[in-house]
C-alpha cells in the first residue's frame, strides 16, 4: 500500500506527497498532461522539442543542470504520445533547489533564438539516428500510419518528418508552451523522507504566484474502426527479416486493458510462453518473438513482433502466429497458467515501487489516469482476469480484419 497526502494550489497545480523515511534521497516529478496527440498535424515533434527545449534555460536560471549537479542531483525527462515526464532527484536537504529550479521553468522559458535553434539540431540529429540511420529504426514511421488513419497516434513523438522541427518557429514554440505549460495542466508528485506541511510552505512559496490558466481542452478525432486486414512491405538493409502485427484496441483507463496485458504475457513473457515454445523452440520459424500493447490513454495498439529465421517467409510466420492466436479463442486457458502470468505480473508491479522515483512516477501517472489511490488497486484488477475474459478479448482484438501487418525485409 503506497500512502500519500495531496493537495491542489489555487492556480490549479496537483501535489502528491510520498513520505519514504528510509532514503536519503528526495524526488521530484512532474507530469505535464501534453504529448504528441496534442500537436497540430502540420507541426508535429513540438512536445518532444519541448523536452529538450526545457533544460535550455529558464526566465531566470540560464542553466538548469549546473545548480541542480552543484546541489548533488540528477534529472532526466521523456516525452510519449500521451504525456511529457519530467523528473529529478537530489539530497532531501537541498528539496528547496528543486522546487525552484522547476517552478522557473514552468513559470516560463527564455526563448532565445540560440536555444531553440541548439535544441532543434539535437532533434533533428536524434531523427537521423534513431529513426532513419538505424536497423529497423523506420519501423513506427512506418506501422503507425499504416494501423491509424485519423488519430494523432498515427505519427511517433519525433514527429511524422524533419520538416517540421527546421520549420519550428520562435512564436510556434511560445504558443505550444503557453497553452501547454501550465498549474492547471501539470500534476507534481514529490517522493523521499518529507513532510506534507514542508512542501506545502515550498509550493506555496515558488509554485502559487505563476498565473493560473484554464487547462486545455482536448478534442481529438475518434479512429474508425478497422474493418479489413492491412498490410505493407518494405525493404532495408537490416540483418534479417522482421514481421510487425499490430490490432487496435481499448484505451489504458478501459477495464479491458488489464486482460489484454495478461494476454500479452502468456503470449511471449518468458521461456516457457505460448509464442516462444510453439514457433521458437519447436517449429524454428522465428528467433526471438514479443507481445506487448502501447498502454495508450486513447485506444491503442496490441503489437506482436519477431526475427524471421532465415528461409522462412512472411505469410508462413504471419500463419504461425494466427494459429497460436486462435487457441486463445477456442480454448480456455487453465488455472495452472492463469496464476503464473498473474503471479509474475503482480512481482513485476512491487518491484516498480521500490524506489521515490518509480513511486513519483507512477503517482503521477494514476493521478492522471483517474486518481493516485488507483495505484493501490492494479494488482487486484489484475488478478480479477478470468480466462473466460481472455477467450473474451482474444475474440475481440486478435483477429484479422483488426491487424496491420508490416512485412519488414533484409536486403541480400
Given at each position: 500500500m503506497i500512502k500519500f497526502d495531496r493537495f491542489t494550489l489555487e492556480n490549479g497545480l496537483r501535489v502528491i506527497v510520498h513520505k519514504d523515511e528510509y532514503t536519503p534521497l528526495a524526488c521530484i516529478n512532474i507530469l505535464y498532461d501534453?504529448?504528441?496527440?496534442?500537436?497540430?498535424?502540420?507541426?508535429?515533434?513540438?512536445?518532444?522539442?519541448?523536452?529538450?527545449?526545457?533544460?535550455?534555460?529558464?526566465v531566470n536560471i540560464p542553466s538548469y543542470d549546473e545548480p541542480l549537479q552543484r546541489a548533488g542531483g540528477e534529472n532526466n525527462a521523456f516525452t510519449s504520445n500521451d504525456i511529457t515526464n519530467y523528473y529529478l532527484?537530489?539530497?532531501?536537504?537541498?528539496?528547496?533547489?528543486?522546487?525552484w529550479l522547476e517552478s522557473d521553468r514552468m513559470l516560463s522559458l527564455a526563448f532565445s533564438e540560440k536555444s531553440l535553434k541548439v535544441q532543434r539540431n539535437v532533434v533533428i540529429e536524434e531523427f537521423k539516428q534513431r529513426y532513419l540511420n538505424q536497423p529497423y529504426g523506420d519501423v513506427w514511421l512506418l506501422l503507425r500510419p499504416l494501423a491509424y488513419k485519423v488519430h494523432p497516434y498515427l505519427w511517433c513523438t519525433i514527429g511524422k518528418e524533419i520538416r517540421h522541427i527546421e520549420e519550428a518557429g520562435m512564436e510556434d514554440v511560445k504558443a505550444f508552451f503557453k497553452k501547454h505549460y501550465t498549474p492547471s495542466n501539470a500534476i507534481m508528485v514529490v517522493s523521499g523522507n518529507i513532510e506534507t506541511e514542508e512542501v506545502k510552505r515550498l509550493a506555496q512559496k515558488w509554485f502559487a504566484g505563476i498565473q493560473s490558466v484554464p487547462k486545455p481542452v482536448r478534442s481529438l478525432p475518434t479512429e474508425p474502426e478497422q474493418t479489413e486486414y492491412r498490410n505493407l512491405h518494405v525493404k532495408r538493409e537490416v540483418p534479417s527479416n522482421a514481421l510487425y502485427m499490430s490490432f487496435h484496441m481499448c484505451s489504458r483507463r478501459d477495464s479491458a486493458y488489464h486482460t489484454l496485458d495478461l494476454i500479452s504475457d502468456l503470449l511471449s513473457r518468458g521461456n516457457s510462453a505460448r509464442l516462444y515454445i510453439s514457433l521458437v523452440k519447436e517449429q524454428q520459424l522465428f528467433s526471438e518473438i514479443s507481445a506487448y500493447l502501447m498502454g495508450d490513454l486513447d485506444k491503442g495498439l496490441f503489437l506482436i513482433s519477431g526475427k524471421l529465421l532465415s528461409g522462412v517467409s512472411f505469410e508462413q510466420a504471419e500463419s504461425a502466429v494466427f494459429i497460436e492466436l486462435e487457441k486463445l479463442k477456442q480454448e480456455l486457458i487453465s488455472e495452472k497458467e492463469m496464476n503464473k502470468v498473474k503471479n509474475k505480473m503482480e512481482s513485476t508491479i512491487l518491484f516498480g515501487e521500490t524506489s521515490v522515483l518509480d513511486i513519483s512516477m507512477n503517482l503521477a501517472f494514476y493521478e492522471l489516469l483517474d486518481n493516485a489511490e488507483s495505484i493501490n488497486n492494479e494488482v487486484g484488477k489484475y488478478m480479477a482476469v478470468t480466462p473466460e475474459k481472455i477467450q473474451q478479448s482474444a475474440r475481440e482484438v486478435l483477429v484479422r480484419k483488426n491487424c496491420s501487418s508490416l512485412f519488414y525485409e533484409a536486403l541480400n
Open positions: 501534453v504529448g504528441a496527440r496534442d500537436e497540430d498535424p502540420d507541426r508535429t515533434g513540438f512536445a518532444h522539442l519541448f523536452e529538450h527545449l526545457m533544460f535550455g534555460g529558464s532527484t537530489l539530497p532531501v536537504a537541498n528539496l528547496e533547489t528543486g522546487f
